[in-house]
């Protein structure tokens, strides 16, 4: 990891490539973070670690401390619903690629199964997604989407059409199987990560990021957010009060697959938050 960032020592701790499913290269987020005035960027892709020496070297270039990192996405038994993990920095990262592998394979296989249904009933095929998924590690629902509006079908990613595809019920729905969200947890452990739960308001995970904070199972919960509403903001500050746990920030960059759109930067983690993540990551 890059130390040698300037002030003021604030960052994007939530950050996608097009490793997974944002637009852009690693190459292109650095110099943007630079230029947003970011000292300090997380390279948070869904289930790939793939661009973290790339981004690193960038970060030495451009003075932006990067704090490798990666997202996972996973299920919470209790209630059936996703819950998604962020974990930073782990010491042994080779402990997390059986989860990054098996979550490519599953993505890969429900996506040709979407393509196949898709392209019965819309003008695209196997070829167009997979050029619209260029440089990626696996295939995503955006990446048909993209397909979609190569073709001219739509003029945007999470409309109408999106919903009616891939919605529970919908005519490309395929259940993905997701692992377990306290499984995902002991594997972040094990590898030396600080475990975050990411944007617990989205999936109605307020009870969850609880119990896994009485547990021990995360360091910390993002509360600057897109998707956490003041009121989900207020409930947890409360719950990292009681457990003393990192609050974390970042806007969920996903470039021009972003909806609404939201600029890199545009959501940050304050200095003394991330100085504390940093130093936990040396540690």
Sequence with gaps: ?????????????????RYSDGTLFVKELVPMAA???????????????????????LGERYRVAIIPGVEF??????????????????????LLQPLCDHMAQERRKNAEQMIEKISQQYPIDRDLVLRCAQGCVTLF????????????????LYGPLFRELFGRGGCAYVPTQYP????????????????????????????????????GEVDGAEYWHPRNTADDQEEIAAIA???????????????????????????RTPQDTCRQLMDRIKT
């Excluded at 230029?35 to 793939?50: F, I, N, P, Q, R």
Aim: glycine share 10%; aromatic share 4%.
């Design 241 to 267: 009060a009681e457990f003393s746990l990192l609050l974390t920030g970042g806007t969920d960059f996903h470039g021009s697959n972003s909806d609404p759109p939201h600029p890199l930067g545009t959501f």
């Design 35 to 57: 230029k947003a005035g970011l000292s300090v960027m997380a390279l948070t892709d869904h289930d790939t670690m793939a661009g973290w020496e790339e981004a690193v070297a």
């Design 1 to 17: 990891m890059n130390m040698m960032a300037n002030e003021p020592f604030d960052g994007d701790l939530h950050v996608h490539s």
């Design 180 to 215: 377990d969200v306290h499984e995902v947890a002991r594997a972040a452990r094990a590898s030396g990560g600080v475990v975050v739960l990411a944007h617990p308001g989205e999936y109605r995970s307020l009870e969850l990021l609880r119990h896994m904070a009485q547990n």
């Design 141 to 156: 629902k955006q990446h048909i989407m993209l397909a979609l509006r190569e073709a001219g079908v739509v003029d945007r």
């Design 73 to 94: 996405s996973t299920r919470d038994p209790a209630t059936g619903r996703k819950a998604h993990l962020l974990v930073y920095g782990p010491k042994k990262p080779e």
